[in-house]
């Protein structure tokens, strides 16, 4: 941590000047390093990276079909302060939502960003293709995204809207809404989009995917459907706080319930953690204080392909679900894992007798 010297004090000035100390400065970068999952090493790289970044690139953000629900995660997110560093550091030229132009004046600006180039292209929002169903300033959607996606260095669907069209795309799609990678290779644009799906964005995925770009001058690692491996390498379930419940047999079978106030395991009540990956049990929401199952609701599944018309409806229980070695409906999965616990307790007895471990040892748990 020596080093951290690498961020100029102007730098740091410049940031008590709208309200962020040091300290929390330094915070968010240690937070947005293991996230990336780098040591604590990288923070100064981190702040430095950020820093040469209050320079340069640039970022366009486009709406299309959408409620602008990702725009408002954005603004209202607390620490890491997304709407310090993105909006002021990053340079925010263009976001229809939140500047302050209007009319001709914000069309002049993304005008000149898209002369300027070298801007990250951020897309909220699924891209009508019915003809007139999705317009901006008399231009068709899907020709703007094209229009804007050549100068582009890297881009960034964010929300299930813009990844594979969410919930604007769902059945029967009057207006033919399809993903911004889907988008791009009907007008025949070939570049990389990183999916960050959820409903809304997490908005530290999108700091620590642009943070890694600046650190790295790379995009991460990504899955099949353009994910980042690092947010959606697992699903919800496997770090799920209710997990030891589901495995125990535990449900609740009714809101409102003794058992949801125990915090029993929503399966029954139609979580789609078992199907759905993403890090939202480790990553949360607001200032990571809570998350969709902590709150008491179940996974409804919006950070996979296909979300909503896949997980219809929210809350009817998944026809069954797969465990190591084991597949089973909810109903058996309590006899399953307690026959699985009666024959380790059998074998685990054995194993202390034969080693001659007595009475008093203290043993640990068996997460």
């Not at 961020?7 to 000047?17: A, C, D, R, V, Y």
């Not at 033919?176 to 990183?194: D, H």
Request: with cysteine; hydrophobic share 40%.
């Amino acid at each position: 941590m020596g080093d951290r010297e690498e961020i100029s004090k102007q730098f740091l000035g410049t940031f008590e000047f709208q309200g962020i100390k040091r300290r929390d400065f330094l915070k968010f970068c240690g937070a947005t390093a293991a996230l990336l999952g780098l040591s604590e090493s990288f923070i100064p790289k981190i702040a430095a990276a950020i820093e040469k970044a209050s320079k340069r690139p640039p970022v366009v953000w486009l709406n299309f079909a959408s409620d602008s629900g990702c725009t408002e995660a954005l603004i209202k997110a607390t620490y890491p302060n997304a709407a310090d560093l993105v909006l002021d550091i990053l340079s925010v030229d263009y976001n229809e939502t939140i500047m302050a132009a209007a009319g001709k004046q914000a069309e002049e600006i993304l005008q000149n960003s898209k002369k300027a180039g070298d801007y990250i292209l951020i897309v909220e929002g699924g891209v009508p293709t019915k003809k007139g169903h999705g317009m901006i300033a008399g231009k068709e959607m899907l020709d703007i995204l094209k229009e804007f996606s050549g100068p582009a260095v890297a881009i960034l669907a964010v929300g299930s809207c813009a990844t594979f069209g969410g919930v604007p795309a769902a059945k029967p799609n009057p207006s033919q809404i399809i993903g911004v990678t889907e988008a791009l290779k009907k007008v025949g644009v070939k570049k990389a989009v990183v999916n960050l799906d959820l409903c809304p964005v997490n908005v530290e995925y999108l700091v620590a995917v642009v943070v890694n770009y600046l650190l790295l001058g790379k995009l991460p690692e990504l899955d099949s459907f353009g994910r980042p491996k690092m947010f959606y390498g697992q699903t919800i379930h496997e770090n799920c706080e209710r997990r030891a419940n589901f495995d125990a047999g535990r449900f609740v079978e009714t809101f409102g319930s003794n058992e949801e106030a125990l915090g029993y395991c929503l399966y029954k009540m139609g979580c789609k953690g078992p199907m759905t990956y993403s890090a939202c049990p480790k990553v949360m929401y607001n200032d990571r204080i809570s998350w969709c199952v902590k709150s008491g609701g179940p996974c409804i599944g919006c950070a996979e392909h296909g979300w909503p018309d896949k997980f219809a409806g929210f809350y009817e229980r998944l026809p069954d679900v797969k465990l190591p070695g084991i597949q089973a409906t909810a109903d058996k999965i309590g006899a399953v894992a307690g026959v699985a616990t009666a024959v380790g307790i059998a074998a685990h007895a054995i194993a202390t007798k034969s080693s001659g471990r007595g009475k008093g040892e203290k043993e640990g748990g068996n997460k």
